[in-house]
């Protein structure tokens, strides 16, 4: 996603390192970037294997809250959409001071806030209700953004936060994921595997099934104007990235 905003890692100063950690990397988004605009060795560590196969490069099965490394190994420790996953993300941040000598950088998004314009009217409403109702039935806080607040909390010192706002368009010709979307939007099949967590939260099974119905409904429109060529997405998830000194 940095492809076309890279300055927003600006803070991280990625050409002078020289040990990099990135953790909670999944197949590697954040860090092929990190080792494209860095010299450094860059390490990825997730809690999932299946994911951490796909990694090319140093990598190592590990949990965020109690890193196999000791304090002081890298001049950088990194993670990209992954606090927003962790019960206590506070204790993963003080994790990361304590193997860091340098910089902690961290990239979260806040899921609250993110906007969809669309050429069929109902879209951007239902879809701002059901991310609403879904945030509300997590277990954990994927609104999180800046996280100023854990950084100072961990004794991270000149802690500064850039925002990049990160766009997602569909518009014609429609790209395979995209006639997939209007697919699951149209069968309602989207919204089915996040009933249980919905639920979780303070929706009833008749609001949920309420949603549901106008869901496909809008899904359908999606479809017919796609046939036609003339449906239009735009969706923006504001990322934060927040940057402080051990
Ligand atoms: C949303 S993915 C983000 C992956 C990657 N950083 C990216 O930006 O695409 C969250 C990742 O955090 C990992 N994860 C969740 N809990 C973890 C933990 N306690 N320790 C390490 N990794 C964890 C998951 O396995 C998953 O790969």
Not at 104 to 127: G, R, Y
Not at 128 to 153: H, K
Request: glycine fraction near 8%; charged fraction near 30%.
């Amino acid at each position: 996603m940095w492809d076309d905003s890279r300055e927003a890692l600006a803070g991280l100063e990625l050409d002078s390192r020289e040990q990099v950690l990135d953790v909670g990397a999944g197949t590697g988004a954040l860090t092929r970037v990190l080792r494209e605009q860095s010299p450094a060795e860059v390490v990825a560590v997730d809690a999932d294997p299946t994911l951490l196969c796909r990694v090319a490069g140093s990598c190592l099965v590990g949990d965020a809250t109690g890193l196999p490394f000791r304090a002081g190994t890298f001049d950088l420790v990194t993670c990209q959409a992954l606090l927003i996953n962790l019960p206590d993300p506070g204790r993963a941040v003080q994790e990361f001071s304590r193997v860091s000598r340098d910089c902690v950088a961290v990239v979260e998004p806040d899921n609250s806030a993110v906007s969809i314009e669309s050429t069929v009217d109902e879209e951007s409403h239902l879809a701002r209700r059901a991310r609403r109702w879904y945030l509300q039935g997590l277990e954990t806080n994927a609104s999180l953004g800046a996280v100023r607040g854990l950084f100072e909390r961990a004794g991270l010192t000149e802690v500064s936060v850039r925002r990049y706002d990160h766009e997602r368009t569909v518009e014609p010709p429609y790209s395979q994921r995209a006639l997939e979307g209007a697919r699951r939007k149209a069968s309602g099949s989207g919204l089915t595997t996040d009933r249980e967590t919905i639920l979780e939260g303070e929706t009833t099974v008749e609001e949920f099934d309420e949603l549901r119905q106008a869901w496909r409904s809008m899904g359908r429109a999606v479809t017919e104007q796609m046939q036609k060529g003339s449906y239009r997405q735009r969706e923006v998830v504001p990322f934060f990235v927040t940057v402080g000194q051990v």
